[in-house]
């Protein structure tokens, strides 16, 4: 979880209440944060990554202040409209293709400020942002620079800027190998034939994201009074989170919120929410004015039957969220504790010993294991060049996670590609659960768990085949490898494993198109193992 240093002055005069030390300690723990410590003037708290808000003293307060009692209910912002333009250019389609942005205007900073400025754009680089992956922000001194600003792509050697902290001017791709934020981030922008930039109307270049800002228009210092700010990257519901939560943490700086295009948009989300679902889950009897006072105490609105959520929150997915804010309102200390009347014997599954047998021979060959969702997206399936059906997501949240995954091979590809700047051999596995459509389940959706493995570097079939068969070899398994066609896979260099007259395994070698499409150069070889049907068949 990231860790977040918090100024205890500035904490308390936004939470607009003093408590005694022990009191205070007791709080903060109970709001769902871990407490580090509290030493002198600084407050150490880990905060989960759902909760991005809360990586600032703005936030952490707001969050903090409604928690006590003190300032309770939805937080309202006034966005002023404006003429400031940022213009999207077609180019930056196959790099980073969007952008949002906002101003903010008469902040009064000093260095405190400007400290808590870089700390919440850094902790969102590293949370909400997965390492300036997903998205990059941008922060610069209004004086230094002129709407409308342009974000758009050029060739690498065509950008020519200083870039933060650095003695003089240098291209694209000197920035990457000179300077330390593009040594440390070049792997983003790998392959790229151009590079994102922002350039204002004097023809200044302000930043090249994800990598840095420009030395000239890219810092904000104690004389800065307006303030621009831009999130790039591939998920525009993600910019738009990460630009609420600054803006709002500005605006309790002191500071007016402008527009730049149409956003930010600080209008809260409407949710319904079933009380009888709260009150079953929580084991209470809460009456509605219950439930609203503690949905206030979490900083929610609540108006005729519905949630209002604030702009900032990332972490709404279902009403259950709701039950858990409800639920640390009320107090996990007022919960009574009840031992039920049924006497039973914990033992773990027989599947579960068989799986982690699995996992540790694997170990064992020297692959590591990695940990996958079981939600993916449309466009990870696609690079697999093969079509397969799969079960969409109804309310999904992001464009990124909206269907189960119906097989592994995609999510480990993904892994490769995103650790290409690390060393080779990379032997990984995994173990999840795929699913698939099937009307005689109750769900409709019928469930397997599968073990996938990818060798990429120095591989072939046969090394392929070695661990297929030294891992089967070892759960004293029979079977047989017949050819077969897979339109992942090459011809001729891919086979189906069948035990005791089951299908449960492909064993192969990735299709030279596969590995274009995820930007990989090196051989990979895989093997996709149905570990519900195996174990079926010890």
């Given amino acids: 979880m990231p860790t977040v240093k918090l100024n205890k002055k500035v904490f308390e005069k936004l939470v607009g209440k003093k408590l005694p030390l022990e009191r205070l300690k007791d709080r903060i723990s109970m709001l769902g944060t871990d407490l580090e410590k509290i030493e002198g003037n600084e407050i150490t ?7 991005p808000d809360m990586l600032s003293e703005q936030g952490f307060a707001r969050a903090f202040s409604s928690f006590i009692n003190v300032k309770t209910g939805l937080r309202k912002y006034d966005v002023k409209q404006s003429n400031y333009k940022l213009i999207i250019d077609k180019s930056v389609k196959d790099v980073r293709p969007y952008t949002v942005g906002a101003v903010v205007k008469n902040i009064k900073l000093d260095d405190e400020k400007i400290r808590e400025i870089i700390q919440i754009q850094e902790k969102l680089h590293v949370t909400l ?51 330390s934020a593009g040594k440390e981030y070049a792997h983003l922008l790998e392959g790229e034939k151009k590079f994102p930039v922002f350039i204002d109307s004097n023809n200044e270049i302000l930043s090249m994201p994800p990598i840095i800002n420009s030395h000239n228009t890219g810092r904000v210092n104690t004389s800065t009074k307006d303030i621009f700010i831009e999130v790039s990257g591939f ?5 738009n989170s990460c630009l609420n939560i600054i803006v709002t943490s500005l605006s309790e700086m002191g500071g007016e919120i402008h527009q730049v295009n149409e956003t930010p948009n600080l209008n809260p989300k409407t949710w ?81 010993i068989f799986v982690r047998h699995v996992s540790e021979i694997l170990v064992g060959f020297g692959l ?58 990379q032997n990984i596995f995994t173990i999840g659960t795929v699913f698939k459509e099937n009307n005689k389940e109750e769900t409709g959706v019928e469930e397997f768990t599968r073990l996938g493995i990818t060798l990429c570097g120095d591989t072939d079939y046969t090394k392929a085949r070695q661990i297929l068969d030294a891992l089967l070899n070892s759960l004293t398994l029979k079977y047989e490898v017949k050819e077969t066609e ?46 519900t049907e195996l174990f079926k068949n010890l």
């Avoid at 708290?45 to 909760?51: A, D, G, L, Q, S």
């Avoid at 709407?147 to 800027?161: D, R």
């Avoid at 900083?299 to 519905?306: A, C, R, T």
């Fill in 45 to 51: 708290v880990e905060v989960f990554p759902n909760r």
């Fill in 129 to 179: 942002c997965r390492k300036r992956k997903k998205a990059a922000i941008g922060i610069y001194p209004m004086e230094h620079i002129k709407f409308p600003i342009k974000y758009t792509a050029l060739k690498p050697k065509e950008i020519k800027f200083r870039p933060l902290d650095f003695p003089k001017i240098i291209n694209g791709l000197e920035i990457l190998s000179q300077h």
């Fill in 235 to 239: 998920d525009e519901e993600i910019l």
């Fill in 272 to 352: 319904d929410i079933d009380l009888n679902f709260v009150n079953k889950i929580l084991g209470l009897e809460l009456k509605e004015n219950e439930i609203k006072a503690l949905l206030e105490r979490m900083g929610f609105g609540y108006e005729k039957k519905k949630v209002l959520v604030p702009s900032y929150r990332t972490d709404i997915m279902h009403q259950i969220d709701f039950v858990e804010d409800i639920a640390i309102a009320y107090g996990y200390e007022n919960f009574i504790p009840e031992i039920p009347n049924v006497s039973t014997i914990g033992e773990e599954s027989k599947f579960a």
């Fill in 368 to 425: 590591l294991e990695c940990d996958t969702y079981h939600i993916t997206n449309e466009e990870t399936l696609n690079k697999m060049n093969n079509k397969i059906k799969f079960v969409a997501l109804e309310n999904s949240m992001s464009k990124d996670y909206n269907i189960l995954r119906p097989w592994i091979i995609p999510d480990l590809m993904q892994i490769l590609s995103e650790n290409k700047h690390n060393e080779y051999p």
């Fill in 486 to 531: 897979h339109s992942s896979f090459i011809k001729g260099r891919v086979g189906r494993v069948n035990v005791n007259n089951v299908n449960v395994a492909y064993v192969g070698e990735i299709h030279p198109e596969v590995l274009n499409n995820w930007e990989l150069k090196n051989p990979i070889t895989a093997i996709e193992l149905n570990l």
